[in-house]
């Protein structure tokens, strides 16, 4: 099943800091984070592998909650390059799977002088 | 750059037809895997390859075919083409965790 994001949309003043969920409601292996810009191939942010240790980016970090299922990613400072569609995917690490990623619907961050 | 190489950029073709895409993973990485991305949709992950060999499916169609060469070149073929299978296809590759995703093949199908 396709993790849930939220906000599904959120635009800052550049500086500002925002806050992106992911929710799933299986137990995950590892969460990942991904930037795409319009028309672009998404570029990979960081990977939270099970342990919920938190992960950084530059001034892009993020955590993962095992327990929740939950995965958030921390915008601070934003600057206006920040601006795409963040895309979280999630694995179950299932042998037979492979380590295909489901990909949430995507939170759309608009960053403004 | 991520070095995974997706061609053609952009394909347009009638409804009916059958096109094929094509994606070189980076050098060394031996999955691939195959993405739709439709208009302001996320991304749907249709099938994986590891090695040549077929490792995970998702919401693949059965119009929709993929392979993988021994040079770890991979293919995805789609066939019959319908209005609704316009959209972008990404193609990524791996060696661990992480995923690279090319740049895409835009397809139109008119």
């Known amino acids: 099943q396709q993790p849930v994001q939220s906000p599904q949309a959120v635009i800052l003043r550049e500086g500002e800091d925002a806050v992106i969920n992911c929710s799933s409601s299986k137990a995950l292996y590892s969460v990942h984070w991904y930037r795409q810009k319009h028309g672009e191939a998404p570029i990979f942010l960081m990977i939270?592998?099970?342990?919920?240790e938190q992960k950084g980016h530059d001034k892009i970090s993020a955590s993962f909650n095992e327990k929740k299922q939950q995965s958030s990613l921390y915008l601070t400072a934003s600057q206006l390059s920040y601006s795409g569609t963040y895309f979280c995917?999630?694995?179950?690490?299932?042998?037979?799977?492979?380590?295909?990623?489901?990909f949430g619907g995507g939170t759309r961050v608009l960053v403004k002088p | 750059d991520s070095g995974v190489t997706q061609t053609p950029k952009h394909l347009i073709t009638a409804t009916g037809q059958r096109v094929t895409l094509r994606c070189s993973p980076r050098?060394?990485?031996?999955?691939v895997y195959w993405y739709q991305q439709s208009l302001d949709q996320g991304l749907q992950f249709l099938i994986q390859y590891y090695n040549g060999e077929e490792r995970a499916k998702g919401n693949i169609l059965e119009r929709f075919s993929a392979q993988q060469f021994p040079d770890l070149h991979s293919e995805l073929n789609l066939s019959s083409l319908e209005l609704g299978d316009s959209a972008l296809y990404f193609c990524?590759?791996?060696?661990?965790?992480?995923?690279?995703f090319g740049a895409g093949t835009r397809l139109s199908v008119l």
């Open positions: 939270l592998l099970k342990g919920g």
């Open positions: 995917g999630t694995e179950i690490r299932i042998k037979a799977a492979g380590n295909k990623l489901t």
């Open positions: 050098s060394g990485d031996l999955s």
């Open positions: 990524a590759s791996g060696g661990g965790n992480i995923q690279y």
